[in-house]
């Protein structure tokens, strides 16, 4: 089983819709999650962290933890085509190491 | 503010070389970690330093090395490269603990193994 099971899309919407992404993570003891962008031929930037089960709002984004079922995922609000891009999630386990899953690829279609 | 910098942008190398690829961390960041990511594929964790010393390792044979110097910046060299080890190499910089906060990524260094 992998660490961190991300579809790999394309996830295709229109703009103004919601984009919802998805990830399940298999370590426990994790406590620390994160959503990256990452933009076809740059590197990845952190978007939004979140460490407790619920949901965490930053501007149009919302990322939703749960934690007993081992799910993270992440909602875009009213999508531009600037969001088009690769969404890694990413958890830190309990020492020092932060695992990535391989990213969900987003069109927002203009 | 300086991000996090990394140096050369490209390389292109034969098999079994060495090569060294360089990283600053983002100014008030003590923690450098540095990450394989394959054409398609998340990053891979390689290793992190802090306080110059290898904190923790992935799963990455005994060929990629690491340091960390006292001003926060790292090197990553890699031995008798491999066709396999043709990546974007990634520095990312932290503060504190461990991935507390998130991490701030450098450009990368793409590495073209021949």
């Known amino acids: 089983q992998k660490e961190v099971e991300q579809n790999s899309g394309p996830l295709s919407v229109p703009e103004g819709a919601i984009a919802s992404l998805n990830c399940t993570y298999s370590?426990?003891?994790?406590?620390?999650f994160f959503w990256y962008r990452q933009y076809s031929g740059k590197s990845p930037e952190l978007i939004m962290s979140?460490?407790?089960?619920g949901d965490k709002e930053d501007g149009r984004f919302t990322a939703q933890l749960n934690k007993a079922s081992q799910y993270v995922s992440l909602l875009i609000r009213d999508s531009q085509p600037s969001d088009s891009a690769t969404y890694l999630c990413a958890f830190d386990t309990g020492g020092f190491k932060t695992i990535f899953g391989a990213g969900t690829r987003l069109f927002v279609k203009a | 503010d300086a991000g996090v910098t990394q140096s050369p942008t490209h390389l292109i190398k034969t098999r079994g070389q060495q090569v060294t690829l360089r990283c600053s961390p983002k100014?008030?960041?003590?923690?450098v970690s540095w990450y394989q990511q394959a054409l398609g594929q998340g990053p891979q964790f390689i290793f992190q330093y802090y306080e110059e010393e290898e904190r923790q390792r992935g799963n990455f044979p005994d060929r990629f090395s690491g340091h960390q110097f006292p001003n926060y910046s790292s090197e990553l060299n890699v031995n008798a490269l491999l066709l396999g080890d043709s990546a974007l190499y990634l520095c990312?910089?932290?503060?504190?603990?461990?991935?507390?906060?998130?991490?701030?990524f450098g450009p990368g260094t793409r590495l073209t193994v021949l």
């Open positions: 100014s008030g960041h003590d923690t």
């Open positions: 979140i460490y407790s089960n």
């Open positions: 370590d426990r003891v994790s406590q620390s």
């Open positions: 990312a910089s932290s503060g504190g603990l461990a991935g507390a906060g998130g991490q701030f």
